[in-house]
């Protein structure tokens, strides 16, 4: 069974950075395309940023320039480096990843880390 584990949010000032990880395990024959995304209070979860097994990235507008998803193949760790945060940027990020497993290829998701960032 494939799972995947979030962690580094916490609290920062405004302007302040944060890097938070997302570690896979279970049994993993490749894992794909992997992203971030983000849900705020009382709004719909959005895209942040995806990454493919070739180190292709892109990113939603909002955190072009600030924000840099990276992986680690032999660590089966994808991180997102948060720069230059802001209030808006508040929320549970979550990690998300298509990964074969031992049934073929699904779509998994991480129980999410919180990130909030006072003004």
Known sequence: QVQLVESGGGLVQAGGS????????????RISNMAWYRQAPE???EFVARIS????????DSVKGR???SRDNTKIT????MNSLKPEDTAVYYCS???????GFGD???QGTQ???SA
């Open 108 to 110: 998994y998701w991480g």
């Open 67 to 69: 924000f840099t998803i």
């Open 43 to 45: 709004k719909s979860r």
């Open 97 to 103: 990843g298509t990964i074969r497993g031992v049934g």
């Open 115 to 117: 990130v909030t960032v």
């Open 18 to 29: 944060l890097r938070v990880s997302c570690v896979a395990s279970g049994s993993i024959s």
């Open 78 to 81: 994808t991180y997102l480096q």
């Open 53 to 60: 097994d070739g180190g292709n990235t892109k990113y939603a």
